[in-house]
C-alpha cells in the first residue's frame, strides 16, 4: 500500500459527507477527486497553473469544488469558516516544467494557518528524499511537536530511511 492509498482508505472511516475539506497542494487532482466523492465541499488549491488545469480536468464531473491558484500560505484569504480536514500532499507537480516543489518555509506558514482554520483532521504526506523534503519534514514536525501537535497515526512502508511519510494529527479547539 503506497502513502495515497493509506489516507484515502483512512479518510473513508471519517463522516467527510457533510463537510468542508481543503487539498491545499491539488497537482494532478487524486486526492481533489476523492474529497469531492466523499466530502460536502472541496477547496482545491495549488501554486502552479499547470496543476489547477490538471485537477479541473480530473474533477470536471463534480460541482462541488472551488479552484484556487494561489500559494498555500494565502488560504486565510479564501476561508474564514472552519474546515474540517486539510490534506498536504507535498512535494513536486509530476511531469511538469513548474519549478513549484513546496519549501519549508511557506509550508511551515501554510500549516499555521490550517491549524487556526482546523476543526478536526490535519493530514500531511512529507517527500523526505525529495530536494529539501527532509528539511522540511523535521521542521515542520518540531513545530508540531513543540505546540504539542502529535500525530494520531503515522504511515511509511519501512523500506529506506528516507521515504515517503504521512502524519495524520487530530484538531481542535485546544490547538489553537
Ligand atoms: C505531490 S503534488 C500534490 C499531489 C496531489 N495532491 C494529487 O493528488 O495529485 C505537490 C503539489 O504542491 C504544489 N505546491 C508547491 N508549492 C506550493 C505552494 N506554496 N502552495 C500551493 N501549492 C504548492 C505543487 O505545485 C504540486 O502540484
Redo the contacts with the bound molecule.
Keep these: 500500500m503506497n502513502n ?1 492509498t493509506f489516507i484515502h482508505k483512512y479518510l473513508k472511516g471519517l463522516p467527510l459527507d457533510d463537510k468542508c475539506v481543503v ?10 477527486f476523492f474529497l469531492a466523492k466523499h466530502a460536502r465541499n472541496v477547496y482545491a ?4 497553473k499547470e ?1 489547477i488545469i490538471r485537477t479541473r480536468e480530473r474533477c470536471k464531473d463534480f460541482n462541488n469544488i472551488i479552484y484556487i491558484n ?4 494565502n488560504i486565510d484569504k479564501y476561508i474564514k469558516d472552519k474546515i474540517y480536514l486539510f ?1 498536504f ?6 511531469d511538469s516544467s ?1 519549478q ?4 519549508a518555509s ?2 511551515l506558514s ?1 500549516i499555521k494557518k490550517a491549524i487556526e482554520l482546523c476543526n478536526g483532521y490535519l493530514v500531511i504526506s512529507f ?1 523526505r528524499g525529495q530536494e529539501g523534503g527532509k528539511d522540511e519534514y523535521l521542521r515542520i514536525s518540531k513545530y508540531l511537536i513543540d505546540n504539542n501537535i502529535l500525530p494520531i497515526e503515522t504511515y511509511r512502508q519501512y523500506r529506506h530511511e528516507n521515504e515517503p511519510l504521512t502524519a495524520i494529527y487530530k484538531l481542535n479547539q485546544k490547538n489553537q
Design positions: 495515497n487539498d491545499m497542494t491539488c497537482g494532478n487532482g487524486n486526492d481533489t488549491i495549488d501554486i502552479s496543476a494561489d500559494d498555500h500560505q490534506i500532499n507535498l512535494g513536486y507537480l509530476p513548474s513549484s516543489l513546496t519549501k511557506t509550508t501554510a517527500y
